[in-house]
Nanobody, 125 residues
Framework: QVQLVESGGGSVQSGGSLRLSCAAS????????MGWFRQAPGKEREGVAL???????DYADSVKGRFTISQDNAKNTLYLQMNTLKPEDTAMYYC???????????????????WGQGTQVTVSS
């Protein structure tokens, strides 16, 4: 049973930084796709950043140049370093994953069968 547990959310002023962590357990495949989605009140979930088991990354246009996704395989932990945060980054952030490489529609929430409980990020102006 795959479990994903996020931490590191909080409140920060515009221009600040936060680092989210996602501790993963129960993965039985050497290939996987993991990443971060977010959902703001009244909006649909949107993909933010992805990384696969080969270390290939992808970012949504809205966060390119500001966010960095990384992983520490020894610790089974996924990270999202968020810099130059903006009020529009305010959302619940979810760690997601699935076994196998990232699908063609890799920013569709339906592609991921493992989700964490979420961690709130609030950016004030």
């Amino acid at each position: 049973q795959v479990q994903l547990v996020e931490s590191g959310g909080g409140s920060v002023q515009s221009g600040g930084s936060l680092r989210l962590s996602c501790a993963a357990s129960g993965y039985t495949s050497s290939t996987y796709c993991m990443g971060w989605f977010r959902q703001a009140p009244g909006k649909e979930r949107e993909g933010v950043a992805l990384i696969d088991s080969d270390g290939v990354t992808d970012y949504a246009d809205s966060v390119k140049g500001r966010f960095t996704i990384s992983q520490d395989n020894a610790k089974n932990t996924l990270y999202l370093q968020m810099n130059t945060l903006k009020p529009e980054d305010t959302a619940m952030y979810y760690c997601v994953g699935h076994l196998g490489y990232c699908a063609d529609d890799y920013y569709s929430p339906d592609e991921y069968n493992y989700w964490g409980q979420g961690t709130q990020v609030t950016v004030s102006s």
